[in-house]
């Protein structure tokens, strides 16, 4: 289970990007994180996985203080978080299986890690995961070569490889069309409930989180306004969460990316 309490963080420039936000996820439950741009959702994503440093507040995995944890320690940790973004985070020159092995990075060797040395069981279940994501025979493809919603469903088997207590995903849609949003979060929800892992899923799209989510929780200037079932968001509550702003249009802006060191995308041997 995670359990998040009182985050917050607040940036060298002043700026309160989260204000005690306390949440608890678990079982096989897909939570998505819905409110405008800048309301905090990507900052409390990477502050689980503590690629953003929070300012204070807890954030535990199984009773487990990530806050806490050493450099190792906590690179051990991460290993229980799959990370899906929505850049993807792929590496282009690597092929697709060389990319979905690299969720397997933190439990081999630094020596068999930079010859791509894997188990044979790492390999054959990164062969069954491919196939279960719908790209079994394109193993040796490029990633550069692959369409976006393809690009994003090696990132998701990326992250099933590393067989993970929980999968954080941040915005996985943004850059898909229509057909392929769905085809992602076909995956994310039928993985939550056959593998029995909680997915933690910040979305712009409001009509797809009220679809696909079992439970959704609003954001709004750093704080939680509104947490509750989907049938629950009527237009009372959006006016709550956005304020007058995009209201989760499907065209809504992405949250700027902050130039703080701690906003960049993991490298994979910090996954």
């Known amino acids: ?143 550069d070569e692959l369409s976006g919603g393809q690009r994003q469903r090696v990132g998701i088997a990326r992250a099933v490889v590393q067989r993970p207590k929980i999968l954080l995903v941040d915005e996985p849609t943004s850059s898909l069309d229509p057909e392929s949003s769905r085809a992602v979060m076909d995956l994310l929800t039928e993985i939550a409930r056959e593998d029995d892992i909680p997915v933690l899923i910040n979305i712009h799209e409001v009509e797809l989180a009220l679809e696909y989510a079992d439970r959704v929780v609003g954001f709004a200037d750093g704080r939680i306004v509104f947490e509750g079932a989907p049938d629950e968001v009527d237009e009372d509550v959006r006016d709550t969460i956005y304020r007058g702003g995009t209201e989760g249009s499907l065209e809504a802006e992405p949250e700027p990316a902050t130039e703080s060191d701690d906003e960049r995308p993991a490298t994979p041997t910090e996954r």
């Not at 630094?110 to 491919?130: E, G, I």
Request: aromatic share 6%; with cysteine; proline share 2%.
């Open 1 to 143: 289970m995670l359990s998040v309490e009182n985050l917050a963080k607040t940036y060298d420039s002043g700026d309160e990007a989260l204000k005690g936000v306390s949440m608890e996820v678990s079982g096989n439950e897909l939570v998505a994180i819905i409110g405008p741009s800048g309301a905090g959702k990507s900052t409390f994503i990477r502050c689980i996985n503590q690629l953003t440093t929070p300012t204070a507040g807890s954030v535990l995995l199984d009773d487990v203080e990530l806050t806490e944890l050493s450099t190792g320690k906590l690179r051990d940790e991460r290993r229980n978080m799959g990370m899906i973004f929505q850049e993807y985070g792929l590496v282009d020159r690597l092929t697709v299986m060389e990319n979905v092995l690299s969720g397997r990075l933190g439990y081999v060797s630094m020596w068999n890690a930079f010859r791509r040395n894997f188990p044979a069981d790492d390999v054959r279940h990164a062969r069954a995961t491919l196939d279960r994501v719908g790209l079994g025979g394109m193993e040796d493809k490029r990633a």
